[in-house]
């Protein structure tokens, strides 16, 4: 998108979204500095956006003037075409684009939600790079998409993509900022982020769309086949089995413990390793991992067999490479999926089999032991345990291979 050239500081105001006081504060101070007159560069309304940030941040506008005058802080990094993402505010308003393109106003204003911004009102105006969003919108809802769940997905993007960018920043500031710029002051280490940033920003998208379109891929696929599966059904020349869907909760024992003995940096790095071995088990046996939390992870299996295999694994791989011990919880049963996770009484009954199992313990549900499970399981029945917050019993198993002797 080209970017215009701002004549005027109350042009200038209009597009960055604040009072031509607040513009003319940054002139005085010399943070912004026009040239040829009041002519001001695509990048000013990107320091604008950033002097609003540091403001709020209790950071001394002077100061910067004075940095910045000084020699000793540049903003010219923002003039590199990678800063144009910052954008700016177009002309139209939220309400003005629902009534010219029929879009429902809620699915608008969700883009900005979506963009980890807070939400706006409707006669807010709509930022430029926003406006890109707008034609995926147009496209979902014109199949007949209801506005809610073309909504809901733009959250799921929006959170997804916080999290990486997140941790692209942690990464930045933690590996790349110490490696590359030892030695070197804050204007030097700002000076060679100039011609670093826009390379990496250009291959991070190259390889973010890669790995998008390999994910869809591995989707699609999975979305033909029960396609096909579908309509040989309805022909009459395939018949498939209702298979439940499994539910696994495994986490770390003694997590709090050793939080408190080697502090929440070494806490963390186990637990990353854990899940880095726990993600590859769960792919390998047809599973997805739904999310960390913490201390654990949940998974999604579309059976129990595999899912009781893969917990068998997980468990006895954290052992073998000596992490803390990890228990497991499973239940089969129906689940609700919306906003890239899983939700229902299926969910929460696997995660209370697995704050009741022990270190190194897998357990089950009688729905599991009723799927069919591998002959080189063994099965011992614990009986009907009442588990926190549930209202009913619930009858449970614990599994171990068949040359496991060990038992309850």
């Not at 770390?252 to 050793?258: A, D, E, P, Q, V």
Request: charged share 25%; net charge negative.
């Amino acid at each position: 998108m080209a970017e215009a050239i701002y004549s005027s500081r109350h042009e200038l105001a209009d597009r960055a979204g604040v009072d031509h006081e607040f513009v003319d504060r940054l002139v005085e101070l010399g943070i912004l500095q026009p040239e040829r007159g009041e002519q001001f560069d695509p990048g000013d309304a990107r320091r604008i956006a950033i002097m609003q940030a540091l403001r709020r941040a209790g950071v001394s506008l002077e100061g910067i003037g004075r940095a910045v005058v000084n020699g000793q802080l540049s903003l010219a990094f923002v003039d590199t075409p990678a800063y144009e993402r910052l954008g700016s505010l177009s002309d139209v308003t939220f309400a003005g684009l629902s009534e010219e393109t029929g879009i429902d106003i809620e699915a608008l204003m969700a883009v900005r939600e979506a963009s980890g911004s807070a939400a706006p009102q409707p006669f807010d105006r709509i930022r430029e790079n926003e406006l890109l969003v707008v034609p995926l919108l147009e496209l979902q809802l014109s199949t007949g998409a209801r506005p809610r769940s073309v909504a809901r997905l733009l959250r799921v993007y929006g959170d997804s993509l916080r999290r990486i960018v997140e941790s692209e920043a942690s990464l930045w500031h933690s590996e790349l900022t110490p490696s590359l710029g030892d030695g070197l002051d804050t204007a030097a280490l700002l000076e060679l982020a100039d011609g670093f940033t826009p390379q990496l920003a250009a291959l991070s998208d190259q390889a973010l769309v890669a790995m998008y379109h390999s994910h869809q891929a591995h989707t699609w696929t999975k979305s033909i086949i029960e396609g096909v599966e579908r309509e040989l059904e309805a022909a009459g020349l395939h018949s498939r089995l209702e298979v439940l869907p499994a539910i696994c909760f495994l986490d770390i024992s003694g997590y709090t413990r050793l939080t408190e003995e080697a502090g929440d940096e070494a806490a963390a790095a186990t637990a990353e390793r854990l899940d880095q071995l726990v993600q590859r088990i769960s792919i390998q046996h047809d599973g997805q991992r739904v999310k960390s939390l913490g201390d654990g992870m949940m998974f999604y299996f579309p059976s129990a067999g595999p899912a009781v295999t893969a917990a068998l694994d997980m468990v006895e791989a954290a052992q073998r490479v000596e992490l803390p011990p990890a228990h497991v919880g499973i239940h089969a049963g129906p689940v609700l999926f919306q906003n890239g996770d899983y939700y229902g009484n299926t969910v929460n009954i696997a995660a209370r089999i697995a704050d009741y199992a022990r270190p190194g313990e897998v357990l089950v549900s009688q729905a599991v032991v009723e799927a069919s499970l591998s002959p080189d399981l063994t099965l011992d029945e614990i009986g009907p345990v009442n588990l926190k917050g549930l209202s009913e019993s619930v009858r449970l198993w614990a599994v171990r291979p068949v040359s496991d002797r060990g038992h309850r």
